[in-house]
């Protein structure tokens, strides 16, 4: 007994030289690509972030959409943290940030905006690029809006600006929604929304039910996947980590909140639209054109007020990012070491 316990001794010892030698490793190449998991206390809700690269180099603030995370970004920020800092936030509810309940956070476009500015300030960034996707499109326009000296440059990613974005059978029923929270079968008699019906077997459908559906694994897998060419390119630890957080006891009432509160950001478009034109922010865009929730529809009208845009319109979805990855961060790089990357100094 005494000897086999001496040998079993002697095993767990090498095992954790052989751990403490394999964290060092993975250590270092943390190191190498900068990454880190961090959060941060902004008026007591803890959120998340992901940051990556070299403070000194421009920074690229990356604002999610619904129903993912900074998840989003993991390979996005490993690709560019040679050349740039990077920084991408969860929101309250989304991710691994705090998820106070509907009674306890003020679960709208305007206060996640707030929190966000917070976040910027409290971590000290000061200039940036702003990386908008979906949610994070009327989240960061509000910031660029009222900080506009702080903006360096905009990468646009299916994020909208413009009623032609939502002026589509997706978002009909969405925006009866936002006049009537009680509506029933409002909007919901158009060809995409008459499937979910069908599902269902509801004929009469509330709407509040209808967006529920938005909840579901099925449409969470639709969300990455309509619009691919090659469905077997996405992959499925996208949906195995956002549903997962959707599934959440509480969770579905935040998104319901979420959604209701979209109906604030069609009334601030004449106010970001006039941003675009006096401002003139350098801008990317890189969209997926088959997406049927932001519509190619939707990025044509940046072109009438920017003049300093770069248009791409990608063959793939909603999340263009998980099939066209290498293709958004060359155009980036590119993109960002052209328009925002630190002048020559001076001559002497």
């Given at each position: 007994m005494k000897s086999r316990f001496s040998r079993m001794s002697l095993s767990w010892?090498?095992?954790l030289v052989l751990s403490i030698a394999i964290i060092g490793s993975v250590a270092q190449a943390d190191d190498a690509t900068g990454v880190a998991y961090r959060t941060v206390a902004i008026d007591d809700?803890?959120?998340?972030?992901?940051?990556?690269?070299n403070p000194e180099h421009p920074t690229v603030l990356l604002l999610h959409g619904f129903p993912t995370s900074s998840h989003m970004f993991r390979d996005l920020i490993t690709e560019l943290?040679?050349?740039?800092h990077l920084v991408a936030p969860d929101y309250p509810g989304y991710g691994f940030s705090s998820m106070p309940t509907v009674d306890e956070f003020d679960y709208s476009f305007d206060n996640m905006a707030s929190i966000i500015e917070k976040f910027i300030d409290e971590i000290g960034l000061d200039r940036y690029s702003l990386y908008l996707m979906d949610?994070?499109?009327?989240?960061?326009?509000?910031i660029a809006t009222r900080r506009p000296d702080r903006v360096e440059a905009l990468i646009v990613q299916n994020g909208n600006a413009y009623v032609e974005g939502i002026d589509n059978n997706f978002?009909?029923?969405i925006r009866e929604y936002w006049k009537d929270r009680d509506a029933i079968n409002k909007g919901l008699d158009n060809p995409w929304w008459k499937n979910v019906k069908a599902a269902y077997k509801q004929p009469q459908m509330s709407n509040d039910d209808a967006l529920r559906f938005l909840l579901t694994l099925g449409a969470?897998?639709?969300q990455y996947t309509n619009g691919v060419k090659n469905v077997e390119s996405v992959s499925p630890d996208t949906w195995a980590h956002v549903q997962p957080l959707l599934d959440r006891e509480g969770n579905q009432e935040i998104q319901l909140q979420m959604f209701y509160s979209y109906g604030t950001n069609p009334p601030l478009y004449p106010a970001w639209q006039a941003y675009f034109r006096e401002y003139q922010p350098p801008t990317l865009i890189v969209w997926g054109e088959n997406d049927?929730?932001?519509?190619a529809a939707g990025a044509e009208?940046?072109?009438?007020?920017?003049?300093?845009?770069e248009y791409y319109l990608l063959d793939t979805g909603h999340f263009a990012l998980e099939t066209h990855g290498q293709e958004i961060a060359d155009l980036m790089r590119d993109f960002l070491n052209r328009k925002v990357a630190s002048p020559p100094l001076a001559a002497n």
């Open positions: 010892s090498a095992y809700v803890e959120i998340f972030y992901r940051e990556a690269g943290a040679d050349d740039f949610y994070g499109a009327p989240i960061g326009f509000r978002w009909e029923p969470t897998k639709w049927e929730i932001f519509p009208p940046y072109k009438r007020d920017l003049k300093d845009l």
